[in-house]
């Protein structure tokens, strides 16, 4: 027969256990599939940019703002602010339409537009990004419209004619969807000025081939589950700790581009990380 000391020492060992049952961890399950960021499953992931997706030219309608030779916006609607003139955009960007926007997640993709019609334009096609939303009391030029910037815009025309191209008012224009091309740029993570251990936020920048994203996993240091995040606003992906517990770094992070290729940056904001601090990763798609 077992003595009272053995019972109070089971009774302790099981209300122990349930204790730490209760206590809700940092980590979150997620049934998706971790990937591996092996320099041989960037190169796997690195697809030919489907047909589906466009591959000829569309009709549309084309305008610009802000200063003749400027970059439009400082980053508008999907967050780039201080960017847009910088490489690898260099103001080569333009505000999308509802149709090209998409409430944000049209953020980041990459078009080839061309002019004909007005004796300015050249015809050769120039690329741009969409950085920024363009309202519908401007934008409802056809089903897709792009308000330029003053340097996009001018680039559509002949050599000496960008004022007069300038001065067309709306443009009809040819457009497609392309992959973007940055140059060698690695894919940026920019933390909100508003984080904190609680509550991250980032805009994510600079993803080559798709260019937008359809979604974000995050995973917190010490986990081996991922966690998705919610957007945010335009390029800016956010998450809350569930848990009462602060948000562990360092964090790994799992981007899913528009035609759902996966590229996995471990360590992409380290530990120590500070709010409005920006990121640079050693990867692209």
Not at 168 to 180: E, Q
Request: with cysteine; glycine share 12%.
């Amino acid at each position: 027969m077992a003595s009272p000391s053995t019972f109070r020492f089971a009774q302790v060992a099981i209300l122990s256990i349930l204790s730490l049952l209760a206590i809700p961890t940092s980590c979150y399950e997620d049934p998706e599939p971790t990937f591996t960021d092996s320099p041989q499953n960037y190169t796997s992931r690195r697809q030919t940019w489907a047909v589906s997706r466009g591959s000829g030219w569309l009709p549309g309608g084309a305008t610009w703002y802000g200063s003749p030779y400027g970059a439009g916006s400082d980053g508008g609607a999907c967050g780039y602010q201080g960017a847009v003139s910088q490489r690898p955009f260099s103001s080569m960007i333009a505000a999308g339409g509802a149709s090209l926007f998409k409430s944000g997640k049209g953020c980041g993709a990459c078009y080839q537009i061309k002019c004909s019609g007005n004796r300015a334009c050249s015809g050769r096609p120039v690329t741009v990004t969409i950085t920024d939303s363009c309202p519908d009391g401007i934008c409802n030029a056809g089903p897709a419209h792009f308000d330029m910037s003053g340097t996009a815009f001018g680039a559509l025309a002949n050599r000496g004619m960008a004022d007069r191209l300038r001065a067309a008012g709306i443009l009809n224009i040819k457009y497609k969807r392309v992959p973007c091309k940055y140059n060698g740029a690695r894919i940026a993570f920019k933390v909100d000025a508003g984080s904190n251990p609680y509550y991250l936020a980032v805009l994510i920048a600079y993803q080559e081939g798709d260019g937008d994203l359809s979604a974000v996993h995050i995973m917190e240091s010490g986990c081996k589950s991922w966690t998705p995040m919610q957007q945010s606003w335009g390029a800016v992906w956010k998450l809350n700790s569930n848990t009462g517990k602060p948000l562990r770094a360092p964090f790994a992070v799992r981007l899913t581009s528009g035609t759902g290729k996966v590229l996995v940056v471990r360590n992409a904001i380290p530990a120590g990380w500070s709010a409005g601090s920006t990121y640079q990763s050693a990867v692209n798609y």
